[in-house]
């Protein structure tokens, strides 16, 4: 995500997202994040949560019509308190499927899905 050149479209939305630390089993003191930026190959957390280059991050949430997506990556970029940057590491079919019919809708539908997504949870391992 560092790089001008991107493997996959990049989807700006607000998707808002709960932050856990799979250390300690709890909210990272409560904290909220904020994806900026989506894509098939990864995301943009806008957070004070602190993710350190390297951590492995799970990045789960359930699409409109009720399927359970998930995405499993690493931390490539830290940028402080304005957040971090996650690559993905593969794709599940149901991720796949998600981007697929993202892929294909407009801009506007595009920004209405993304934003319709109210449970998402990033894990950082």
Excluded at 28 to 56: E, K, N, W, Y
Excluded at 95 to 116: G, I, P, T
């Amino acid at each position: 995500m560092t790089s001008n050149r991107r493997r996959a479209p990049r989807h700006e939305t607000l998707l808002h997202v709960a932050l856990h630390v799979a250390a300690k089993r709890a909210p990272a003191d409560g904290v909220r994040g904020v994806v900026s930026s989506l894509s098939r190959s990864g995301l943009f957390c806008a957070t004070p949560a602190r993710a350190a280059v390297g951590q492995t991050v799970r990045f789960a949430f359930t699409s409109p019509d009720g399927v359970a997506c998930e995405a499993v990556g690493f931390v490539i970029e830290n940028r402080g308190e304005l957040g971090f940057a996650v690559e993905f590491q593969g794709e599940t079919r149901e991720m796949k499927a998600f981007f697929d019919r993202v892929e294909r809708l407009s801009a506007d539908e595009r920004w209405a899905l993304l934003q319709s997504i109210d449970d998402g949870v990033i894990e950082i391992v």
